[in-house]
């Protein structure tokens, strides 16, 4: 044997299911540095707080299903949108597009793994840890944070329940988490691209995680720092956010929205590279405009950094600079509308075909278009006056998250999982699960819309009554889209366990390294860099 | 340093970051009930920081070792320091969060609550209150009372800021000592280095003292105390972990780790060293002098 295929025979280990005890299967996923587990590390725990986080709206739906307060008092009401918008941000959707990127960068630029694999492994293991110190808050004496995920002083500062200061740390450690694994993650693209795999070669989701990378080095920083301000205030009698000592509770605004704007973007630059992947795939054409949708994710990223006040309108801020963020505001859905006709155009005069997948991507485009359009409407200034603190707001987050963060990557799992186990999933219950969720989304959400413009403010847990009949409809859909999910969970697991065996191109359409190596892929792949085509 | 040829060294599984994840977990549970008065609040924090440092002290010991047995090529030194140049800047962007408070608060808050931007909310809200900066007199003095009087800048902050200076000059001349095979003058230079900062250290100590005992600039002494406080504080923070830092370099230098196609550590050093040099320039600037 030569050198290198000793080193290899070395470095080949059990596959992860084969037999073991129980220490040994623990040892295994707790100290493993390889990125593959890694990432299905941070799905598994994504997919987990998705149903806790989910478990969390419905209560929430199944207050709003009826005027009055019928299920849980007041006070709990506001921690259950407290912490059901944070676990759906920082445990759901930012652990599955990490995850998404611990699998699939290596494979996609011929690396044998991550820039800096235990490093990555201390990124995973951190989530937990925090995720629980999140959760035990809502256990506490007081009561569990009840101020909006947003933490806005001076609600949070002189008036948040003791469990507020737990909730701080926990911020800080997943600020933690995400700092060390975008480094790792930019590190990685620009130091382990196979040679031949330059810059414009790359996948358009790779592109995608090196702006995210990016971006959450610009924004976690500057979130650790407004919460250590806000553990400040609480406990150390310092005036960051008190006008009595000199501060401004919009400081706080200011410095979190910093924050709170290009993590949007951290959320959704992910989903448009797994679009951008998939429709290609299914399209059986190559991306549209490939140079310009690298160009338009950068300027997303870079405009998202400079337009955080459009949350801020009805706050007082002065003229001059809501019309400054309203324009800029406008303008980034330039790029992002670049995007979206690049994906069309690439769907245009294609072979399509219509797996869950694109199905999935296909409804991210109209869906998320939609949410994007209600965007616009809010970046005008003088309509968000209307708008801030409505329904709409809630009605246009949910749709451009829900179809589409969630949508783009339960597609993306759809469209890779194969690949990771070798499986392929059961493709008629993916297509009962994109159906149900896809009508059960818009029965939810879409009624929000008119909820908003009626005047329902948001994170009320009872309303007037003549928002009763809408306030049912979407309640009716949130619990169709609960109970699809678990059609996923069950094929998920069903497909690992005994789904058909897959080919290593599993798609004809697909292209890419990826899809080059077997499925499942081998434990430690290109650990010698593969040849690359100029 | 291996041949181009020899393949990306991917680390073997290994206990030391889930040790980390259990110290941090430990350190803030731990500083929550501290500051909840719960009795074994600071001896879970003590015990966090513990494990933490001993996580550290594990795991750089295993990526040095790993260094030492020839498993590192060059590409896993542009690892390094490409990881290095990142995690600075996400610190620059930390310490910008606290300049952009320290901006926002002399730019538009004290000011506005003065009325010299718009008489409204002054007129609403104490009236009586004359923006100044510093903040020596806060809006409702009777509740935060704003310190009576500062320190000069040009006392020990500026000795400070020549402190921190020559020490950035000190581990410049320790690195061409390095580079240059000149082992005393990169012993020497490093020494000169860690005792400048860890002067810089004592006399801040000092400053917070006076701060306290005489000049009655506390953290609860309105924004100029909260903003002087956490601006300088983090930065002090930051010179230790430098400074220790540091000293690990200079202890590693005397084992003769490294040489000058294998430094990356101490180049990281000197790197995160000027770092937290030029934050104390920003913080001299706009904090002490301006």
Same mark, same amino acid.
């Given at each position: 044997?030569?050198?290198?295929?000793?080193?290899?025979?070395?470095?080949?280990?059990?596959?992860?299911?084969?037999?073991?005890?129980?220490?040994?299967?623990?040892?295994?996923?707790?100290?493993?540095?390889?990125?593959?587990?890694?990432?299905?590390?941070?799905?598994?725990?994504?997919?987990?707080?998705?149903?806790?986080?989910?478990?969390?709206?419905?209560?929430?739906?199944?207050?709003?299903?009826?005027?009055?307060?019928?299920?849980?008092?007041?006070?709990?009401?506001?921690?259950?949108?407290?912490?059901?918008?944070?676990?759906?941000?920082?445990?759901?959707?930012?652990?599955?597009?990490?995850?998404?990127?611990?699998?699939?960068?290596?494979?996609?630029?011929?690396?044998?793994?991550?820039?800096?694999?235990?490093?990555?492994?201390?990124?995973?293991?951190?989530?937990?840890?925090?995720?629980?110190?999140?959760?035990?808050?809502?256990?506490?004496?007081?009561?569990?944070?009840?101020?909006?995920?947003?933490?806005?002083?001076?609600?949070?500062?002189?008036?948040?329940?003791?469990?507020?200061?737990?909730?701080?740390?926990?911020?800080?450690?997943?600020?933690?988490?995400?700092?060390?694994?975008?480094?790792?993650?930019?590190?990685?693209?620009?130091?382990?691209?196979?040679?031949?795999?330059?810059?414009?070669?790359?996948?358009?989701?790779?592109?995608?995680?090196?702006?995210?990378?990016?971006?959450?080095?610009?924004?976690?920083?500057?979130?650790?720092?407004?919460?250590?301000?806000?553990?400040?205030?609480?406990?150390?009698?310092?005036?960051?956010?008190?006008?009595?000592?000199?501060?401004?509770?919009?400081?706080?605004?200011?410095?979190?929205?910093?924050?709170?704007?290009?993590?949007?973007?951290?959320?959704?630059?992910?989903?448009?590279?797994?679009?951008?992947?998939?429709?290609?795939?299914?399209?059986?054409?190559?991306?549209?405009?490939?140079?310009?949708?690298?160009?338009?994710?950068?300027?997303?990223?870079?405009?998202?950094?400079?337009?955080? /006040?459009?949350?801020?309108?009805?706050?007082?801020?002065?003229?001059?600079?809501?019309?400054?963020?309203?324009?800029?505001?406008?303008?980034?859905?330039?790029?992002?509308?670049?995007?979206?006709?690049?994906?069309?155009?690439?769907?245009?005069?294609?072979?399509?075909?219509?797996?869950?997948?694109?199905?999935?991507?296909?409804?991210?485009?109209?869906?998320?278009?939609?949410?994007?359009?209600?965007?616009?409407?809010?970046?005008?200034?003088?309509?968000?006056?209307?708008?801030?603190?409505?329904?709409?707001?809630?009605?246009?987050?949910?749709?451009?998250?829900?179809?589409?963060?969630?949508?783009?990557?339960?597609?993306?799992?759809?469209?890779?999982?194969?690949?990771?186990?070798?499986?392929?999933?059961?493709?008629?219950?993916?297509?009962?699960?994109?159906?149900?969720?896809?009508?059960?989304?818009?029965?939810?959400?879409?009624?929000?819309?008119?909820?908003?413009?009626?005047?329902?403010?948001?994170?009320?847990?009872?309303?007037?009554?003549?928002?009763?009949?809408?306030?049912?409809?979407?309640?009716?859909?949130?619990?169709?889209?609960?109970?699809?999910?678990?059609?996923?969970?069950?094929?998920?697991?069903?497909?690992?366990?005994?789904?058909?065996? /897959?080919?290593?191109?599993?798609?004809?359409?697909?292209?890419?390294?990826?899809?080059?190596?077997?499925?499942?892929?081998?434990?430690?792949?290109?650990?010698?860099?593969?040849?690359?085509?100029? | 340093?291996?041949?181009?040829?020899?393949?990306?060294?991917?680390?073997?599984?290994?206990?030391?970051?889930?040790?980390?994840?259990?110290?941090?977990?430990?350190?803030?549970?731990?500083?929550?009930?501290?500051?909840?008065?719960?009795?074994?609040?600071?001896?879970?924090?003590?015990?966090?920081?513990?494990?933490?440092?001993?996580?550290?002290?594990?795991?750089?010991?295993?990526?040095?070792?790993?260094?030492?047995? #020839?498993?590192?090529?060059?590409?896993?030194?542009?690892?390094?320091?490409?990881?290095?140049?990142?995690?600075?800047?996400?610190?620059?962007?930390?310490?910008?969060?606290?300049?952009?408070?320290?901006?926002?608060?002399?730019?538009?808050?004290?000011?506005?609550?003065?009325?010299?931007?718009?008489?409204?909310?002054?007129?609403?809200?104490?009236?009586?209150?004359?923006?100044?900066?510093?903040?020596?007199?806060?809006?409702?003095?009777?509740?935060?009372?704003?310190?009576?009087?500062?320190?000069?800048?040009?006392?020990?902050?500026?000795?400070?800021?020549?402190?921190?200076?020559?020490?950035?000059?000190?581990?410049?001349?320790?690195?061409?000592?390095?580079?240059?095979?000149?082992?005393?003058?990169?012993? #020497?230079?490093?020494?000169?280095?860690?005792?400048?900062?860890?002067?810089?250290?004592?006399?801040?100590?000092?400053?917070?003292?006076?701060?306290?005992?005489?000049?009655?600039?506390?953290?609860?002494?309105?924004?100029?105390?909260?903003?002087?406080?956490?601006?300088?504080?983090?930065?002090?923070?930051?010179?230790?972990?430098?400074?220790?830092?540091?000293?690990?370099?200079?202890?590693?230098?005397?084992?003769?780790?490294?040489?000058?196609?294998?430094?990356?550590?101490?180049?990281?050093?000197?790197?995160?060293?000027?770092?937290?040099?030029?934050?104390?320039?920003?913080?001299?600037?706009?904090?002490?002098?301006?």
């Amino acid at each position: 044997m030569t050198m290198s295929t000793q080193h290899d025979a070395a470095l080949e280990q059990p596959h992860p299911n084969a037999r073991r005890s129980l220490a040994g299967f623990l040892k295994h996923w707790l100290f493993t540095t390889n990125h593959k587990d890694i990432g299905t590390l941070y799905l598994c725990l994504s997919l987990t707080m998705f149903f806790v986080g989910g478990a969390m709206a419905l209560v929430i739906r199944a207050e709003l299903f009826q005027p009055g307060m019928k299920v849980v008092d007041p006070d709990f009401y506001n921690v259950l949108i407290t912490m059901h918008g944070l676990i759906m941000l920082f445990a759901v959707v930012m652990p599955a597009g990490v995850g998404l990127a611990n699998w699939q960068i290596p494979m996609m630029i011929g690396a044998p793994d991550m820039a800096l694999p235990r490093l990555n492994n201390m990124s995973f293991w951190i989530l937990p840890c925090a995720i629980t110190l999140l959760a035990s808050t809502i256990l506490m004496k007081g009561g569990g944070p009840n101020f909006g995920w947003t933490l806005y002083a001076p609600l949070s500062t002189a008036f948040g329940p003791p469990s507020t200061d737990f909730l701080i740390f926990s911020v800080h450690m997943l600020g933690i988490s995400s700092i060390l694994g975008s480094i790792n993650i930019i590190v990685t693209i620009i130091n382990m691209r196979a040679p031949g795999m330059t810059w414009m070669k790359l996948p358009m989701f790779v592109w995608t995680w090196l702006v995210t990378a990016f971006l959450l080095l610009c924004i976690m920083p500057v979130l650790a720092g407004a919460v250590t301000m806000m553990l400040a205030d609480r406990n150390f009698g310092t005036t960051f956010f008190d006008a009595a000592g000199g501060g401004d509770p919009l400081l706080y605004q200011h410095l979190f929205w910093f924050f709170g704007h290009p993590e949007v973007y951290v959320l959704i630059l992910p989903a448009f590279g797994v679009i951008s992947q998939i429709i290609p795939t299914f399209s059986r054409k190559k991306l549209f405009g490939y140079g310009l949708m690298v160009i338009a994710t950068a300027a997303i990223a870079f405009l998202s950094l400079t337009v955080w /006040a459009h949350h801020m309108f009805t706050t007082g801020v002065p003229l001059g600079a809501e019309l400054y963020f309203m324009y800029a505001t406008m303008l980034i859905a330039v790029p992002t509308g670049i995007k979206v006709f690049n994906w069309v155009a690439t769907m245009y005069r294609g072979s399509l075909s219509f797996e869950t997948p694109m199905l999935f991507a296909i409804a991210f485009i109209f869906l998320f278009t939609l949410g994007g359009f209600t965007g616009v409407m809010m970046a005008i200034a003088p309509s968000d006056y209307q708008y801030h603190d409505s329904y709409f707001i809630v009605a246009h987050f949910h749709y451009v998250l829900v179809p589409g963060a969630i949508f783009a990557f339960l597609g993306a799992i759809y469209y890779w999982l194969p690949k990771w186990c070798g499986r392929m999933y059961d493709e008629r219950l993916g297509q009962w699960h994109f159906w149900l969720t896809f009508i059960a989304t818009n029965v939810t959400f879409f009624p929000m819309h008119f909820l908003g413009l009626a005047g329902m403010p948001r994170r009320i847990p009872d309303y007037a009554l003549q928002f009763s009949n809408f306030n049912a409809v979407a309640s009716v859909g949130a619990f169709i889209f609960g109970f699809a999910q678990l059609i996923f969970l069950y094929n998920v697991i069903h497909t690992i366990r005994s789904g058909k065996k /897959a080919t290593a191109q599993v798609w004809d359409g697909a292209e890419g390294l990826e899809w080059t190596l077997s499925s499942p892929p081998p434990y430690h792949s290109f650990q010698t860099p593969p040849k690359i085509a100029p | 340093m291996a041949h181009a040829q020899s393949k990306y060294f991917v680390p073997k599984p290994s206990y030391w970051p889930l040790l980390g994840c259990i110290g941090l977990l430990t350190f803030f549970v731990g500083a929550a009930h501290w500051l909840h008065h719960v009795w074994y609040g600071p001896y879970l924090l003590f015990l966090g920081a513990t494990i933490v440092i001993m996580m550290m002290i594990g795991w750089f010991g295993r990526v040095i070792h790993e260094n030492r047995t #020839g498993l590192h090529n060059d590409q896993v030194d542009h690892s390094f320091r490409w990881g290095m140049m990142w995690f600075i800047y996400s610190e620059v962007l930390f310490f910008a969060c606290f300049f952009g408070a320290l901006f926002y608060t002399r730019l538009w808050s004290v000011p506005e609550l003065g009325g010299e931007l718009h008489p409204i909310t002054h007129i609403l809200l104490w009236s009586d209150f004359t923006a100044q900066w510093p903040l020596m007199r806060t809006p409702d003095n009777s509740e935060f009372t704003g310190p009576a009087s500062l320190s000069s800048p040009w006392g020990i902050p500026a000795l400070n800021t020549l402190l921190l200076l020559s020490s950035g000059v000190a581990v410049t001349i320790a690195h061409w000592g390095l580079r240059h095979g000149k082992r005393a003058v990169l012993i #020497g230079g490093l020494i000169i280095s860690i005792l400048l900062g860890a002067t810089f250290l004592f006399c801040q100590g000092m400053e917070y003292h006076a701060a306290y005992t005489e000049h009655g600039l506390t953290l609860d002494a309105g924004s100029y105390g909260s903003l002087f406080f956490i601006l300088t504080g983090f930065h002090g923070a930051h010179v230790t972990i430098g400074a220790t830092f540091l000293t690990i370099i200079l202890m590693r230098s005397l084992a003769g780790h490294f040489t000058a196609d294998n430094q990356f550590a101490f180049e990281a050093g000197t790197w995160y060293w000027h770092f937290v040099d030029v934050v104390w320039l920003m913080l001299f600037i706009f904090v002490y002098w301006l």
